[in-house]
Nanobody, 123 residues
Framework: QVQLVESGGGLVQAGDSLRLSCAASGRTFRSYAMGWFRQAPGKEREFVAAISWNGGRTYYADSVKGRFTISRDNAKNTVYLSMNSLKPEETGVYYC????????????????WGQGTQVTVSS
């Protein structure tokens, strides 16, 4: 079993940057590919980024390519999401999750989820 705890969210202005962290418990963390999703009020959870177990492959939603970077430190059992040039429409709760199967952008393929961290981008 894996427990995930996100942190690093907050209130920022449009154009600002944030780095989110997702700390995982359990020895098997390094064997999991990981993903970040976000959910705005009244909307479905949407894919943001994913990373393979060793960091060798990364995947991004088109809307964040070139601005967001996903990375991981398996020695620290942590995955990160660095976000630059944030936009007001990117406000929402950001979740990390363990990716087990299927398409990297499909929530159905993810197993363990954290509780989320709120990101609010003001205009």
């Amino acid at each position: 079993q894996v427990q995930l705890v996100e942190s690093g969210g907050g209130l920022v202005q449009a154009g600002d940057s944030l780095r989110l962290s997702c700390a995982a418990s359990g020895r098997t963390f390094r064997s999991y590919a990981m993903g970040w999703f976000r959910q705005a009020p009244g909307k479905e959870r949407e894919f943001v980024a994913a990373i393979s177990w060793n960091g060798g492959r990364t995947y991004y939603a088109d809307s964040v390519k070139g601005r967001f970077t996903i990375s991981r430190d398996n020695a620290k059992n942590t995955v990160y999401l660095s976000m630059n040039s944030l936009k007001p429409e990117e406000t929402g709760v950001y979740y990390c999750a363990t990716w087990l199967r299927g398409n990297y952008d499909d929530t159905e393929g993810y197993d363990y989820w954290g509780q989320g961290t709120q990101v609010t981008v003001s205009s």
